[in-house]
């Protein structure tokens, strides 16, 4: 096998200078090469295709059961931007009153200030569903953390229960979910990207 070895690279002008690999071979930046900051360096996610349910106290969170991803960054100075998407109902009718939180490991990150008895949450949703029971609310939501870390992390969501009473909360699916073409499955995802800071 042939090797290049190069100490430095010089264009005709700034920006010039292009590294082209062959189709079908791979550029291996694993020993010390950097990207700039700002680029991807990896992306990992999870999708929930299941329903989910679960009976939550007032003001209490729970965990989604694999709705969760495992990174290991490369640097302890990389960012993780963390992108979710939750399709969210519950028994409280005509509508839910929730939220949702990141976790990762224990640690929940990406939340708004709490301020007296207000819940401090990722994303929340207090709305009416419709009275048949057959809607779904969507919740999204993104957040750049900050781990500093190259061990092995995972990040993790839980909906919380912001109703006055215990509720039951589910996940891709509707209140009743009854045999009926107007009854909604959907689906919820994590997604990770590992940016180079």
């Given amino acids: 096998m042939s090797e290049l070895a190069v100490g430095s690279l010089a264009g005709l002008a700034a920006n010039s200078y292009v590294i082209d690999v062959a189709s079908g071979?791979?550029?291996d930046l694993s020993n010390g090469a950097t990207l700039p900051a700002g680029s991807v360096l990896q992306v990992v996610s999870t999708t929930k295709t299941d329903t989910f349910s679960a009976s939550v106290a007032s003001g209490a969170s729970?965990?989604?059961?694999?709705?969760?991803v495992a990174i290991t960054p490369t640097a302890t100075t990389s960012k993780i931007l963390v992108m979710t998407n939750l399709n969210l109902s519950g028994s409280h009718s005509p509508g839910i009153?929730?939220?949702?939180?990141?976790?990762?490991?224990?640690?929940?990150?990406?939340?708004?200030?709490?301020s007296a008895s207000r819940t401090a949450l990722h994303s929340a949703f207090n709305g009416d569903t419709g009275s048949s029971g057959g809607a779904i609310a969507q919740l999204s939501g993104s957040f750049l953390d900050s781990p500093a870390t190259t061990s092995a992390i995972?990040?993790?969501?839980e909906i919380v229960n912001l109703d006055g009473a215990t509720e039951t909360m589910y996940v891709n699916r509707s209140r009743l979910d009854n045999d009926d073409v107007t009854r909604a499955r959907g689906a919820s995802t994590i997604t990770v990207?590992?940016?180079a800071g």
Avoid at 62 to 68: E, F, R
Avoid at 97 to 114: C, E, P, S, W
């Fill in 25 to 27: 071979s791979s550029l």
């Fill in 62 to 68: 729970t965990a989604i059961t694999d709705l969760s």
């Fill in 97 to 114: 009153i929730a939220g949702f939180l990141i976790k990762r490991d224990a640690t929940t990150v990406g939340n708004g200030v709490g």
């Fill in 154 to 157: 995972t990040y993790a969501i």
């Fill in 193 to 195: 990207m590992e940016i």
